[in-house]
């Protein structure tokens, strides 16, 4: 079946460092993949979207990369700031499917 | 657009007391999803509706739980009786066709 792997956190990181949190999928056929974001207290929000290979999705100066040959969509972000500090799900949704396959989650902490 | 309205926010009640969680999806999204949040079991899907139909029900933990959709702009997820054991914070998420699933902001349940 379909499944989402995420790295594990806390991912901790000083204020401008380079982000990277890795997501690899499992999926039948082409799935869509998703990036979302939870800050402390609030509900998912969507972060960014590819629905097809080699599509980048972008938002708030991240970007992930739908990579069909390596079953990846590792986010990146050149410059984290401590608003950053939150937990990221990737998730994929399988063709014909409305239902989402999320992963366990990555907590980002940004230091000052 | 006013996004994804839950209510309440927040809800406490003593064990075996019946429960109501609202929701209004996004006008125009045509697919409503009930979520559960914990620590331990992180985030699980309940139950989703596809044009106000129910099509998956197979995450809901068990006869005490019922989630209704009269209309497309309104669902209900009710627990009764409820338990401890159902304190989670518990998420309604809408979507359109071919987009990603928008989330609102959560009710935190507390049974005591």
């Known amino acids: 079946g379909n499944s989402v792997t995420q790295m594990e956190g806390p991912v901790t990181l000083s204020e401008e460092a380079f982000l990277t949190i890795n997501c690899t999928y499992t999926?039948?056929?082409?799935?869509?993949l998703f990036w979302y974001v939870q800050y402390p207290g609030e509900g998912l929000q969507l972060l960014l979207k590819a629905t097809k290979a080699d599509d980048k999705g972008s938002n708030k100066g991240f970007e992930a990369t739908y990579r069909k040959e390596t079953t990846s969509f590792h986010l990146e972000k050149g410059s984290v700031q401590v608003s950053d500090s939150a937990v990221y799900f990737c998730?994929?949704?399988?063709?014909?499917?409305?239902?989402?396959?999320f992963g366990t989650g990555t907590r980002l902490q940004v230091f000052p | 657009d006013a996004g994804v309205i839950q209510s309440p926010r927040h809800e406490v009640t003593e064990m075996g007391q019946e429960v109501t969680l609202r929701c209004k999806p996004i006008s125009g999204h045509n697919s409503l999803f009930w979520y559960r949040q914990t620590m331990m079991r992180g985030l699980e899907l309940l139950i989703y509706f596809n044009n106000n139909v129910p099509i998956d029900d197979s995450g809901m933990p068990e006869d005490r739980f019922s989630a209704k959709m009269p209309n497309a702009s309104f669902s209900t997820l009710k627990i009764q009786p409820s338990e401890p054991r159902d304190s989670a914070v518990y998420f309604c998420?809408?979507?359109?066709?071919?987009?990603?699933?928008?989330f609102g902001p959560g009710t935190r349940l507390t049974v005591t």
């Open positions: 998420a809408s979507r359109t066709a071919g987009d990603g699933q928008y």
């Open positions: 999926a039948t056929g082409y799935p869509s």
């Open positions: 998730a994929l949704s399988g063709y014909n499917t409305d239902k989402l396959i």
